[in-house]
């Protein structure tokens, strides 16, 4: 079918139109950003219930220094995805959400990192969060969460301990018995119970559910001769043994 000339015409004059009206739609957003400056900036923390490691005013100091604090700037230099990029970035905080309303209103969604096991090494103190990524010593986190002690790397602490910290704590039976994991070589663990002296070798930390299943039996069993021995090592390392030392 020929579309004659006036056709032609009548199409182009549509498409003129519909360009002029988004255009002239466009501008006077575009005019009120350049005018419309950010008025307040609230923090809002999804995890406060259950943690508060950071506050609102200490976000907003963070914000400030890096150069990035909304308020004074008129919106159109206010970037909501930088601003939730800079956040994440921040070592106690895991999400951000950043949402800026055209009257001038920003509210920003917050989640914080947990830390899932304590580190201290001769020359480090550190977290590990259930990320496991390393979380610098805050001085507001004082949960209670598997200590590890001795010489381990970053990799050790952040992978396999980390695996033993998560299992340990949706472990019942041992979640609340543990005091402290030792490292004294390379992949040569050491158990300590609460209220214990005496070290439970586990090794390698490969086999660490039947080790400790094992130590159950035998402390279900061993009972008041355990405690009157009061055994100075207890040797998980062998397969279907538990080996008392007192030398």
């Not at 549509?14 to 009206?21: D, E, F, G, K, R």
């Not at 921040?90 to 950043?98: F, T, V, W």
């Not at 020359?123 to 496991?132: A, H, K, L, S």
Request: with cysteine; net charge negative.
């Amino acid at each position: 079918m020929r579309i004659g000339w006036k056709g032609i015409f009548l199409v182009l004059a549509v498409v003129l139109v519909s360009a002029y009206v988004g255009v002239m739609s466009v501008l006077p957003e575009k005019r009120d950003m350049q005018e419309t400056r950010c008025e307040s900036v609230e923090c809002i923390f999804e995890d406060g219930a259950v943690h508060q490691y950071i506050t609102e005013k200490q976000v907003m100091q963070y914000l400030l220094s890096v150069g990035q604090y909304p308020v004074g700037k008129t919106l159109d230099q206010v970037y909501p995805q930088t601003i939730e990029d800079t956040l994440v970035a921040h070592p106690i905080l895991a999400s951000a959400d950043c949402y800026l309303t055209m009257d001038g209103h920003m509210c920003i969604h917050l989640t914080q990192r947990t830390p899932l096991l304590h580190v201290l090494t001769a020359d480090e103190n550190y977290f590990v969060g259930t990320d496991r990524k390393p979380i610098p010593a805050w001085s507001t986190i004082k949960d209670t969460v598997l200590e590890v002690r001795g010489n381990l790397t970053h990799a050790q602490s952040c992978g396999e301990v980390a695996d033993f910290a998560e299992w340990l704590r949706g472990n019942d039976v041992w979640c609340d018995k543990v005091d402290y994991l030792w490292l004294p070589a390379p992949h040569q663990y050491t158990l300590f119970l609460k209220g214990d002296t005496t070290q439970i070798l586990l090794g390698n930390l490969q086999e660490y559910p039947k080790q400790l299943r094992r130590l159950k039996i035998f402390r279900e069993k061993g009972g008041e001769d355990i405690r009157r021995k009061a055994y100075r090592q207890l040797d998980l390392r062998f397969d279907n043994q538990v080996i008392g030392r007192n030398e």
